[in-house]
């Protein structure tokens, strides 16, 4: 972003440089605001360099999650995050799809949809955490289970996709400072803001960014941050579980950004039935589905998740259209990607 850098901050003799960072978000109800975009660019900057104690990184992690990040926070943060990872500029990618939340109660049946999308000719980068939440299944070890394993540096992450047109890479991998901070929940008791600034990364600067929140709350946040970072296309869902999928019982609010414009449209729900809630989950479906056996709810999920990425692409001028072609794409996908065994 090229704009003035401009901080109001001044240091007290003998304090530690961070301090001034927690008095401005923890000066209590009169006193204290959010960060700037070039203060949360300093600040996390700070984090990732290791120039931050740990209670100083918890303190100000509890302060974000009580005062609830800015749009203007969650830029700088991401802002930080990508100087931090200096990702190359060469990797050509359609499509940046963030996966941090994990399954509990249903498959993710999201990576079908984002492998679909790859046969037919879109460059997919995913990344994303796993084991941050007890009780999940997340999308590395789920790829890893079908044979798709994640990236381990950016050569490969080129080379899958010249190949594959599909690349993961794990946030450990990708920005381990940011796995640290995510992996604090469990001590902690709190999601954190890597939970949502993780899915605005989009490290290879796609055009087009998929994101999908848990609570309906962070939708505008994730929206006008993706604004402010000039993101060229970003669709915000409420998916199941929190991850970028379709949930067929339930109606879909679209939050976009297109060249600096924002929108908002709802779909309807798929259908009237309501789904119920695995016991257990078995990744193998995954692979059956994906060999042709049927899954009422399953189906509905994949094809759903297609549609709103088409329609987001540009393909398709409604819900209806988007899920016709979302159909011919799951038609024409390539049977042997995924092996049939696991």
Request: glycine letters at 6%; a neutral charge; charged letters at 25%.
């Amino acid at each position: 972003m090229n704009k003035k850098r401009k901080i109001d901050l001044v240091a007290r003799p003998d304090e530690h440089p961070f301090a001034q960072y927690i008095r401005v978000i923890g000066k209590g109800k009169k006193g204290s605001r959010s960060f700037s975009y070039d203060e949360a660019v300093d600040a996390m900057t700070m984090v990732f360099n290791g120039q931050v104690t740990d209670f100083q990184l918890g303190a100000m992690l509890a302060l974000l999650r009580v005062n609830e990040e800015s749009p203007e926070e969650l830029a700088g943060f991401v802002t930080a995050a990508r100087n931090h990872i200096q990702a190359p500029t060469s990797i050509a990618v359609d499509l940046d799809w963030s996966s941090y939340a994990g399954k509990r109660r249903q498959l993710p049946w999201y990576l079908l949809a984002a492998l679909c999308l790859a046969d037919s000719g879109l460059r997919v980068f995913m990344h994303g955490a796993k084991g941050h939440t007890a009780g999940r299944i997340y999308s590395e070890d789920v790829l890893a289970y079908l044979g798709i394993d994640a990236a381990t540096d950016w050569q490969q992450v080129g080379s899958q996709l010249d190949s594959d047109n599909f690349a993961f890479m794990s946030l450990q991998t990708l920005c381990p400072p940011l796995q640290r901070i995510i992996e604090l929940r469990n001590v902690m008791g709190l999601r954190t803001p890597v939970h949502t600034l993780s899915r605005l990364l989009n490290p290879l600067a796609a055009d087009y960014s998929l994101q999908s929140i848990f609570h309906p709350a962070y939708g505008p946040s994730h929206q006008r941050a993706a604004q402010i970072l000039r993101q060229k296309h970003a669709l915000v869902i409420k998916g199941e579980a929190g991850e970028f999928e379709r949930k067929p019982d339930a109606s879909c609010a679209l939050l976009s950004v297109d060249d600096s414009q924002l929108s908002e449209q709802s779909w309807p729900r798929l259908t009237e039935e309501r789904m119920p809630k695995l016991e257990s989950l078995d990744v193998d479906r995954l692979a059956a589905v994906w060999h042709g056996e049927h899954d009422s709810y399953g189906e509905k999920a994949i094809l759903g998740t297609i549609a709103l990425v088409l329609h987001q692409l540009g393909k398709a001028d409604d819900h209806q259209q988007a899920y016709r072609l979302a159909e011919t794409y799951w038609q024409q996908r390539n049977p042997n990607r995924i092996k049939q065994d696991g």
